[in-house]
């Protein structure tokens, strides 16, 4: 034991890791839960008990195993009434849709969803995301002129506002819902929004998108809506009569709101942020070398948007590495963590190189693989290179270390990115 160094007791490291809502020191603290076992147990907000999965083989593994589900009826917890009351990630667990929904029935409502939502209508949608981004970058410059120190906050006018527009644009949503469905979306996933708070927003919500789905069915329209409406299953060439409920609607537009906006958000600002922290990587791209599609994988693996993700339930005591996770416990799976995992990309793990064409798991392993991928791939890509090009010099305005990451274990990235456009 080296000299002078306390040694940390078993009862100690046995202890469970209470997830920090602040996502602050996000990669050491993922280093220490890797280091500590490939399943850990945690405790979520209302120290309700959980484990967590970081490694990037058990995370593989975990999410395809057949002993393994996401519908909440296999969350002890919840079916004894054991959850605190306003329990702040009650919705994550329960809301209607593919994302907690296992075998035949998540293959339905996924093959429902995947026939409307297909790559001819992401396709079209590029020249869409080409004009908002131009828009955007205008708004942008028009931020930085406005403030005194020629700065403005990447997050807020430029990466947010993008995927936010192209979702709504995508789902025929009318611009006046815009702001109002990301502060909902903000804050039925935050785990810090106050319990009592979370049932509103989730009401609110749903009002707000049966109106959109109530408008789209009188009047159907070229968006995502009107065809989740129209969309029916068919099984052997024969349609089954098969389409989604109510219910299920307005569960997937929430998912696809939640799913598509938050996360590209992520996406678009970290690739931002890694990229003025490593300006020879910018050069690779600059000079041909490297593509701004390797930009964007890279950023994926090496600051993986989605954190903790909430949430899936053995079905019976389910030993993961050293751990047995007891049957009915939730478990959180972590893509960021997975992202800088030394057993998969070895000991330069923790370098953005945008030229090792490693494989990454941030959009998921399996059946519940992103259906939006295409989508946010095409996003960053045109985003990153319209914003470096229009803005050569684009650089941070603080120093990385000064950033303070967005108040979530969920999601990851800085909670404002300060920039001056050079
Ligand atoms: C599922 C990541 C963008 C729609 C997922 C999952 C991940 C993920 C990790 C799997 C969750 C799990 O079960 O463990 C991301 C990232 C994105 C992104 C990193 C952007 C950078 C989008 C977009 C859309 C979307 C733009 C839609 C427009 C979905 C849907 C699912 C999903 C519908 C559920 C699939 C299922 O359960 O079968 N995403 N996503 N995502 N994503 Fe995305």
Redesign the pocket.
């Known amino acids: 034991m080296t000299e002078g160094r306390c040694p940390v007791s078993h009862a100690e490291s046995a202890a469970p890791h209470r997830l920090d809502a602040s996502g602050a020191r996000q990669h050491a603290v993922n280093e220490e839960l890797r280091a500590r076992g490939a399943a850990v147990p945690v405790l979520l907000p209302g120290d309700v008990p959980a484990y967590a999965i970081t490694r990037y083989e058990e995370l593989k593994d975990f999410?395809t195993h057949p002993d393994v589900a996401?519908n909440a009826c296999h969350f002890a917890a919840l079916q004894n009434d054991e959850l605190p009351p306003g329990w702040p990630m009650r919705t994550f667990a329960t809301v209607r849709g593919?994302?907690t929904?296992d075998g035949e029935d998540?293959k339905r409502l996924?093959s429902l969803?995947t026939r409307a939502?297909t790559p001819r209508r992401v396709e079209a949608l590029r020249p869409v995301v080409h004009e908002l981004t131009a828009t955007l970058l205008d708004r942008l410059a028009g931020a930085a002129a406005a403030d005194p120190d020629g700065v403005a906050d990447l997050r807020r006018h430029f990466a947010l506002p993008l995927?936010m527009s192209v979702?709504c644009r995508?789902l025929g949503v009318d611009d006046v819902h815009q702001d109002r469905l990301h502060e909902l979306s903000n804050e039925i996933v935050s785990t810090r929004t106050a319990p009592e708070r979370v049932p509103a927003a989730n009401r609110e919500m749903v009002a707000v998108l049966g109106q959109v789905a109530a408008a789209r069915l009188k009047d159907p329209g070229d968006d995502l809506t009107s065809a989740l409406i129209a969309a029916r299953d068919v099984r052997d060439g024969a349609e089954t009569g098969d389409r989604l409920s109510e219910e299920e609607l307005i569960g997937t537009l929430m998912?696809?709101i939640i799913?598509?906006?938050e996360?590209?958000l992520?996406?678009i600002t970290n690739a931002v942020r890694a990229l003025c922290n490593h300006r020879d990587q910018l050069e690779l791209i600059r000079s041909g070398t490297a593509t701004w599609g390797d930009a964007v994988e890279e950023t994926?693996r090496y600051d993986?948007?989605?954190s903790y993700?909430p949430f899936r339930y053995p079905t019976k005591d389910l030993p993961v590495g050293d751990a047995v996770i007891p049957k009915g416990t939730p478990v959180l799976?972590s893509?960021t963590a997975a992202g800088r995992d030394e057993r998969a990309y070895g000991p330069d793990a923790d370098r953005f190189d945008i030229t090792r064409s490693a494989r990454h798991l941030?959009?998921?392993h399996g059946?519940?693989?992103?259906?939006?991928?295409p989508?946010?791939r095409m996003?960053?890509v045109i985003a990153l290179e319209a914003l470096f090009t229009r803005f050569p010099g684009l650089d941070l305005a603080v120093p990385d270390e000064e950033l303070v990451p967005h108040p979530s274990f969920v999601g990851n990235s800085p909670q404002r990115l300060p920039i001056r456009l050079g």
Do not use: D, Q
Request: glycine content about 10%.
């Open positions: 999410v996401k593919m994302i929904a998540h996924r969803v939502f995927p979702i995508l998912l696809t799913a598509g906006h996360t590209t992520n996406l994926l993986g948007p989605v993700f799976v893509y941030s959009f998921g059946a519940h693989f992103c259906l939006g991928a989508l946010a996003e960053a």
